[in-house]
């Protein structure tokens, strides 16, 4: 799919879902040619869901990255956090936020909130994303920041992903951005009838595998898609940072 770019990819301009809220353009600090050139990387990668397109051009992932690595927001590879945690890779996060198949009435759960920019880029497809982080400096500042940008349909909240958030429960999506050894069976229970959750799964430093749950009559049917490397999903809620 190395063709050209339709001129309405990059429209970002182009009229929101209802319901969902915009965010002003100014936010992005760069000249748009790195992010154009990141737009057509992920389309000729096979990204060709223009509404994931669109909700990746219009998040500014230099707000989410460290000012040291602001040069290299729109490179495709994962970096560094604080806590020693990393934001995804953009083309994982786009892979996984078309797979997910996100649409404007879903709410959605993410376990793993990091910097904050799956959740950003969630919101601009969903009402409502709630996002879950076991280390509180990394969810205060995720926190601090969506607020500054403008993302009003995101709740961060601290605590330990593998208990969910029953309180929010049924979500229609959800998913999960560091890498378990088995399926959370507490969190396919949050999952509501017809819903998708997708994490990796795999040892962590080991093989790890994206997996698609799609649940139909309360069976879930699963489905293995590309090869990943996250960091691991730990339990519990950090006692320190
Ligand atoms: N989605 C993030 C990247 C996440 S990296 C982004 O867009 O930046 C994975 C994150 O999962 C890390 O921040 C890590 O602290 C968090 N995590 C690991 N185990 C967790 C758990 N049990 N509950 C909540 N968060 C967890």
Redesign the pocket.
């Known amino acids: 799919m190395a063709g050209p770019i339709a001129p309405h990819i990059s429209t970002s301009g182009a009229p929101q879902s209802k319901g969902i809220p915009r965010v002003p353009r100014e936010q992005h600090k760069e000249d748009g040619v790195s992010r154009m050139q990141f737009l057509l990387d992920l389309r000729r990668r096979g990204i060709n869901d223009v509404a994931v397109l669109r909700a990746l051009d219009e998040v500014a992932r230099e707000r989410?990255v460290d000012d040291r690595f602001a040069d290299d927001a729109y490179a495709d590879r994962?970096l560094p956090?604080a806590?020693?945690?990393?934001?995804?890779q953009p083309f994982v996060?786009a892979y996984m936020t078309g797979q997910l198949d996100v649409r404007p009435e879903h709410k959605v759960l993410?376990?793993?909130?990091?910097?904050?920019?799956?959740?950003?880029?969630l919101s601009r497809l969903a009402r409502e994303v709630v996002?879950?982080?076991?280390?509180r400096t990394?969810a205060d500042t995720?926190r601090a920041r969506l607020a500054a940008l403008g993302y009003d349909n995101v709740d961060v909240i601290v605590?330990?992903?593998?208990?969910g958030v029953p309180e929010r429960a049924p979500f229609d999506r959800i998913?999960?951005?560091?890498a378990a050894e088995e399926v959370p069976a507490v969190l396919t229970k949050q999952l509501a009838d017809g819903g998708v959750m997708l994490l990796p799964l795999g040892p962590h430093g080991g093989m790890q595998y994206l997996v698609k749950l799609t649940k139909t009559a309360g069976k879930l049917a699963r489905e293995t898609l590309l090869a990943v490397r996250?960091?691991?999903?730990?339990?519990?809620?950090?006692r320190e940072l």
Not at 159 to 163: E, H, S
Not at 230 to 238: E, N, S
Request: contains cysteine; hydrophobic residues 45%; aromatic residues 10%.
């Open positions: 989410f994962a956090i806590c020693g945690q990393t934001i995804s996060v993410e376990v793993g909130t990091g910097s904050g920019y799956q959740a950003a880029v996002t879950v982080e076991r280390y990394l995720a605590g330990d992903g593998f208990a998913i999960v951005t560091a996250f960091v691991p999903l730990v339990p519990g809620q950090a």
